[in-house]
């Protein structure tokens, strides 16, 4: 590991410039066709599709997403790819990074070859590098209570991508992410708190942020290269330099790519309760009590109870056990109307108790134990210390060429689906042409 100056990333734009190469290459491909899976599930939600329509007033253009009739510009369609990417809180992560570095990235490029402008090549290379750059970004800024990650360092990711998708050299790049570390901003967890879907707006700013810097840096507009660093000593108190991974290794090689939907700190919850879900074997109205043990972090992100509206419940732990007990699944109908409507679901969700599992606290490992107590005085238990998505366990073509088709398909057909995924995982440098055409 490297430390200061944070927010220089010349070695790295250097480094990601050409793209990854082997399993690293393989890693990305998965990692956008993934975010391009997330985006489209996301379009089968009306807000998405309003927010499209709101958005083609001010950003009009020839680029048409899935499902509307209005054509949006390749900065509002990939804004609106961006909202829609984390509706269903099922996109891709970087542990390191506490946060999910493609989520203004994708977007960008899904946008560029939506708009027949740049080769699937082209696509890659500036996904790879503006995800190189998200990552070490997530690495460096570290956000405060009440803050959300969403939205902030994402758009230093978000700029090197523009920049390189507008055919910028590595000065252009570079001077792109100077720009916006010096002008990164930060979010508020209080809509998630308040049950309100606002947070998924915060992508949207990062991605129009980067698009902006982007062509401020092609039109020769610059910045300090210690942007960061003052934005973390004024806005986040942090006084002690950071660390970050230094050039030379592919940060896009370690993302995690999730199984389910929801907050990943739930995701072991929910494990755990599918587990349990197959030695209960329909009884689960004979459950009495339910005992969650798991890490701090998960406790203090996801501890919202008894959610009201789908945002609150996607990041519920409570809920992620319910849901999983109930459907035997944790998918984007784990939040739908009628799922946050089960009188099953809610019953059990009120049931769970948490409780800190210190040991993995202090080991800074992730994991859950669940407990379940029956009417007749059975305990059953479970225990998950890693899932899909966790080193060596990364998720392969074939888990998420599934994923996509579980998620997206019932939103443009399971043809179309394998249509596109083929083009995203296509090697070469061959300009698709019409990417969302007849949907």
């Excluded at 430390?3 to 290459?25: S, Y």
């Excluded at 049931?351 to 490992?365: G, M, N, S, Y």
Aim: hydrophobic share 55%; charged share 20%.
């Amino acid at each position: 590991m490297t430390a200061h100056p944070e927010g220089d990333f010349d070695d790295v734009i250097a480094f990601a410039w050409d793209g990854p190469v082997g399993a690293a290459a393989d890693a990305a491909r998965l990692l956008l066709l993934d975010s391009l899976g997330c985006m489209i599930a996301g379009l089968g939600h009306a807000t998405p599709r309003r927010f499209a329509d709101a958005l083609a007033i001010t950003m009009p253009g020839a680029v048409h997403l899935p499902g509307r009739i209005a054509g949006l510009s390749e900065a509002g369609a990939a804004a609106v790819l961006a909202s829609a990417m984390c509706w269903d809180e099922a996109n891709e992560g970087l542990a390191r990074a506490h946060g999910r570095p493609g989520l203004a990235v994708a977007p960008l490029c899904i946008a560029a070859l939506a708009a027949g402008r740049v080769s699937l090549r082209a696509a890659h290379d500036a996904f790879a590098l503006g995800y190189e750059i998200a990552a070490r970004a997530g690495e460096v800024w570290r956000i405060r209570p009440g803050m959300h990650v969403d939205g902030s360092w994402h758009a230093l990711g978000a700029a090197a991508a523009a920049a390189r998708l507008a055919g910028g050299d590595t000065q252009e790049v570079a001077r792109a992410v100077r720009l916006t570390a010096c002008q990164i901003p930060f979010a508020l967890y209080a809509p998630i708190a308040a049950g309100m879907d606002g947070r998924n707006s915060y992508p949207a700013h990062a991605v129009l942020l980067g698009a902006m810097a982007a062509a401020a840096a092609r039109a020769g507009m610059d910045a300090p290269g210690d942007g960061l660093a003052e934005a973390r000593r004024i806005a986040l108190l942090h006084e002690t330099p950071a660390s970050r991974a230094p050039a030379g290794e592919w940060l896009i090689a370690e993302a995690y790519i999730k199984p389910f939907a929801g907050v990943r700190h739930a995701h072991y919850a929910a494990a755990a309760a599918l587990q349990l879900r197959a030695v209960l074997d329909g009884r689960l109205d004979d459950i009495k009590a339910l005992r969650l043990e798991t890490y701090a972090e998960a406790l203090r992100y996801a501890a919202n109870r008894a959610p009201a509206r789908a945002i609150q419940a996607q990041f519920s732990l409570s809920w992620a056990v319910a849901a999983a007990l109930v459907q035997g699944d944790l998918g984007p109908s784990a939040y739908n109307d009628a799922a946050l409507a089960d009188p099953a679901l809610r019953r059990l969700e009120a049931l769970v108790e948490f409780a800190e599992d210190t040991a993995l606290t202090q080991a800074e490992w992730r994991g859950a134990r669940l407990i379940v107590k029956l009417a007749s005085g059975e305990s059953h238990q479970a225990s998950v210390s890693a899932i899909a998505g966790d080193p060596g366990l990364a998720l392969d073509a074939e888990a998420v060429l599934a994923k996509c088709q579980r998620f997206a398909a019932p939103v443009i057909g399971k043809a179309q689906m394998a249509r596109l995924a083929a083009t995203i995982l296509a090697v070469g440098a061959v300009a698709p042409r019409d990417f969302f055409a007849g949907m």
